[in-house]
């Protein structure tokens, strides 16, 4: 079975600060992983994927993720946090061919002015 | 435009009624889903379709029911047994294995 364990439910940051949201996955077959954002009273909307090829994922809004194999990650990060960053994330694994995705708990992002 | 629609945004029942959440989607996906969220839970699927007349548990289904008459709609009716029927509603749409996207969400009160 698969599983997703994203560490800390709550993370601040200043305003330009490093973002950096962890999210560590179990999977006995090579994972598809997505990490999603959900800003208050809406849906969740894709930040990025990997399923294969370039470990090193850019996504919408100047977030990127790596998917470490060797370290069952896949951990979100943002150079310069801004304040329309705040919002809810989460981490998903599947796989190929599977009836559903995994998700983590979720982590809420707050920054501070 | 291509995407998932919920409707109604919010909407507001008495206890002892059933309701009904509609989801449509016109993004040609097979798989439709729907999900539940409560402050500080996370998602948790109700229910979750693969293919038209066919739909499967997900790990809440007590109280809610589906039907997946056309590929493009998979409506869930919250019935009158299901206890803490006030959330927040999620429909998604995607291809087998792959990301799924999400709908706007409608946000029920039952009082």
């Known amino acids: 079975a698969q599983s997703v364990t994203q560490l800390g439910s709550h993370v601040s940051v200043s305003e330009g600060a490093l973002v950096l949201l962890r999210c560590n996955y179990s999977s006995s077959v090579p994972p598809y992983l997505f990490w999603y954002v959900q800003y208050p009273n809406q849906g969740l909307q894709l930040l990025l994927k990997?399923?294969?090829?370039?470990?090193l994922v850019k996504g919408i809004n100047g977030f990127e993720a790596e998917f470490k194999k060797s370290e069952t990650s896949f951990h979100l990060t943002k150079p310069s946090a801004h304040m329309s960053d705040a919002a809810e994330y989460f981490c998903?694994?599947?796989?190929?061919?599977?009836?559903?995705?995994?998700f983590g708990q979720g982590t809420r992002l707050t920054i501070n002015p | 435009d291509g995407g998932i629609t919920q409707s109604p945004k919010y909407l507001f029942r008495k206890e002892g009624q059933n309701v009904t959440l509609s989801c449509e989607q016109n993004?040609?996906?097979?798989?439709m889903y729907w999900y539940r969220q409560d402050p500080g839970q996370g998602l948790r699927l109700i229910y979750y379709s693969q293919i038209v007349n066919d739909f499967q548990k997900g790990d809440i289904a007590e109280g809610y029911s589906v039907s997946r008459e056309k590929k493009e709609s998979f409506p869930l009716t919250v019935t009158s047994a299901q206890k803490n029927p006030t959330a927040f509603y999620l429909c998604?749409?995607?291809?087998?294995?792959?990301?799924?996207?999400f709908g706007p969400g409608t946000r029920l009160t039952v009082t």
């Open positions: 998903a694994v599947s796989r190929q061919g599977a009836q559903k995705l995994v």
């Open positions: 993004l040609n996906h097979d798989a």
């Open positions: 998604a749409s995607g291809d087998r294995g792959y990301e799924q996207y």
């Open positions: 990997y399923t294969t090829g370039a470990t």
